[in-house]
């Protein structure tokens, strides 16, 4: 059964880890946890320059995202669609993200990391062509 666009929208807002899916040079699938935030209908995310996942990312800028819930009633968002960068502020971005999935005094001291941006960081967009929900209790 599919989410509505609000409980997808919720679903979405959970600090939950999604999988990201590329593509590598020799045309072979690679797959990778990442942090993602929900916004405007698009994931943003941010990883190293110097990952295997945005160096697949820069070949073909295309990638699927999997985020799913583990325990009945399973949940999963499933999308994929074009990457691009994008320019907004890094430490804005980390530090939204590191209070969602540590909390408010862990995830500022992680995010302080951040202040002052990184230039060996990116942050990329996943806009999705196709998005498919599924809630089970199988």
């Known amino acids: 059964m ?3 666009q609000q409980e997808i929208d919720r679903f979405l807002s959970q600090p ?5 899916g590329t593509v590598d040079e020799q ?3 690679r ?3 990442i942090w993602f935030h929900w916004e405007g209908g698009a994931a943003y995310m941010f990883t190293s320059r110097s990952t295997l996942k945005w160096r697949n990312l820069q ?7 999997c985020v799913d819930w583990r325990e009945p009633p399973y949940r999963s968002v499933l999308m994929d669609g074009a990457v691009e960068e994008v320019d907004r502020p890094l430490y804005d971005l980390v530090l939204s993200m590191a209070v969602r999935y540590y909390g408010e005094e862990k995830g500022r001291e992680f995010a302080e990391g951040y202040r002052g941006g990184h ?3 990116v942050i990329f967009r996943l ?3 196709s998005l498919v929900s599924i809630v089970s209790d199988e």
């Open 27 to 29: 045309g072979r699938p």
């Open 127 to 129: 806009a999705p062509r």
């Open 59 to 65: 070949r073909r800028p295309h990638a699927s995202l």
């Open 2 to 4: 599919p989410m509505t």
């Open 119 to 121: 230039e060996g960081i």
């Open 31 to 33: 797959s990778a946890p």
């Open 16 to 20: 939950l880890v999604a999988v990201i």
